[in-house]
């Protein structure tokens, strides 16, 4: 079942920080976040398990709430490179196909 | 550098021929692959997973018998489009879990660089 992200889309001036929320209505085993440009494949950015741990990768983190089925992506001190569509991927406890919401569209500006 | 391959990057078709592309594990076995469909400005929706060694996984509403799937090897998995149509085109995106290499626990998916298919 696709995930639920918010919002559908955010323009941020350059070193703004910005959040994405991805909500499931199943429980989840895990939440994938990736990053895709225009005409391109989308790019793994992290994972996150059960157990509410939050993750990093440079100035990009996420959290992971396991009751509340939610994982929100944070983006601080956005850069122009950023800039693109943001996919949570969703695993519930039955295998490893990822169900992925809708995206969320992120300009960085100058 | 690029772990999954998919090829070709482009094709364009007429209408009722067969467009077959494939996806392949450039340093790892994949005994399982995903395949995604795009259209325009929307998300990735996974079609079916392919199984080495055995059938296709299709998800509900996609035509097993109009996308083929063949995963003959460990590292390559085959979606052959048969008797496309203007509507089957889109951005096809192969991905592998990459179980040797896993991520706190997990297998990140490694996507091929898609195949564009218009179908005229």
């Known amino acids: 079942q696709q995930p639920v992200q918010s919002p559908q889309a955010v323009i941020l001036r350059e070193g703004e920080d910005a959040v994405i929320n991805c909500s499931s209505s199943?429980?989840?085993?895990?939440v994938h976040w990736y990053r895709q440009k225009h005409g391109e494949a989308p790019v793994f950015l992290m994972i996150?398990?059960?157990?509410?741990e939050q993750m990093r990768h440079e100035k990009i983190s996420a959290s992971f709430n396991e009751k509340k089925q939610q994982s929100s992506l944070y983006l601080t001190a956005s850069q122009l490179s950023y800039s693109g569509t943001y996919f949570c991927g969703t695993e519930g406890d039955s295998g490893y196909a990822l169900n992925f919401g809708k995206g969320t569209s992120l300009l960085v500006t100058p | 550098g690029a772990v999954v391959s998919q090829h070709p990057s482009r094709v364009i078709c007429k209408s009722g021929t067969s467009v077959k592309i494939e996806c392949r594990s450039l340093?790892?076995?994949?005994?399982?692959m995903f395949w995604y469909r795009q259209f325009p400005k929307q998300s990735l929706m996974l079609m079916a997973t392919?199984?080495?060694?055995?059938?296709?996984?299709?998800e509900q509403g996609v035509e097993k018998d109009k996308f083929l799937i063949n995963h003959a090897s460990l590292t390559l998995s085959t979606l052959t489009v048969t008797s496309a149509h203007p509507e089957d085109s889109s951005f096809y995106i192969c991905?592998?879990?990459?179980?040797?290499?896993?991520?706190?626990?997990?297998?990140?998916?490694?996507f091929g660089n898609g195949t564009r298919l218009t179908v005229t």
């Open positions: 340093d790892f076995q994949a005994t399982t």
């Open positions: 199943k429980a989840l085993y895990s």
């Open positions: 996150l398990l059960k157990g509410g």
């Open positions: 392919s199984n080495e060694g055995s059938k296709a996984t299709y």
């Open positions: 991905s592998a879990p990459r179980s040797d290499v896993p991520v706190f626990g997990d297998s990140p998916l490694h």
